[in-house]
């Protein structure tokens, strides 16, 4: 029998969890190494998962021996997401469903990605509903992930509090910020392990899952 709590806000991760956008960054950033003349492997890649793009950028930097600033490989690497975006939204398996069944409960939502504000208003802006009621970008935040920032931020803004929200991350880094924060933290791996720890909760995917679902990790 599930608690009949429903959570006050549920709290999404972008890339790789709402979206499966990763094998875009790593695309876009193996790109980046060759026009360097460097060499930028599938593991360097997944090593950067979850982590702020900022952090991500200066290890980049560091890797190929650009030099170019941290900040135009930002900007570099995320007009080069957002082109492939632009052509479609590829769904992780049962995100769109959920969501759609959240805002029909008028259960509140934020996006809680490292990418910047900009990228994720624009695939927000292409989802056909109302999906968010906030975003919070990697540059909205002083301290990204594994920082609990991003989903204080998220709460915060939302007008609850951190331990009544449900929180979906696809890293082991995001995961440990949602975790900081205090939400219901939910991980579902998906191109990189996530390490299993006393009182984690791991799911193998979203599809299927539904509210009363969510309900359960308040029981």
């Excluded at 290890?59 to 900040?71: H, L, N, P, V, W």
Aim: net charge negative; with cysteine.
């Amino acid at each position: 029998m599930f608690g009949k709590k429903l959570p006050a806000a549920v709290l999404w991760d972008m890339d790789g969890t709402l979206v499966d956008s990763e094998h875009y960054w790593l695309a876009s950033e193996k790109a980046l190494a060759e026009a360097h003349e460097a060499e930028w492997t599938e593991q360097d890649g997944h090593d950067l998962i979850g982590n702020s793009l900022y952090e991500s950028s200066r290890i980049i930097k560091a890797k190929i021996g650009s030099s170019m600033d941290t900040e135009a490989i930002v900007q570099h690497l995320t007009d080069s997401v957002v082109a492939h975006l632009a052509v479609s939204i590829p769904w992780r398996p049962g995100a769109q469903e959920l969501l759609k069944e959240l805002k029909r409960k008028n259960i509140k939502t934020a996006l809680v990605t490292m990418s910047l504000h900009r990228m994720a208003a624009e695939v927000v802006d292409k989802i056909p509903f109302k999906a968010f009621d906030v975003i919070i970008g990697g540059d909205d935040v002083a301290r990204g992930k594994p920082f609990p920032d991003p989903y204080l931020k998220a709460a915060e803004q939302l007008g609850v509090r951190p331990e009544d929200c449900v929180a979906f991350e696809d890293s082991n880094t995001g995961l440990r910020s949602a975790e900081a924060a205090g939400t219901k933290a939910v991980g579902i791996p998906n191109f990189v392990e996530i390490p299993q720890i006393p009182g984690r909760i791991l799911w193998p995917t979203l599809e299927g899952v539904r509210v009363k679902d969510l309900q359960k990790l308040f029981s």
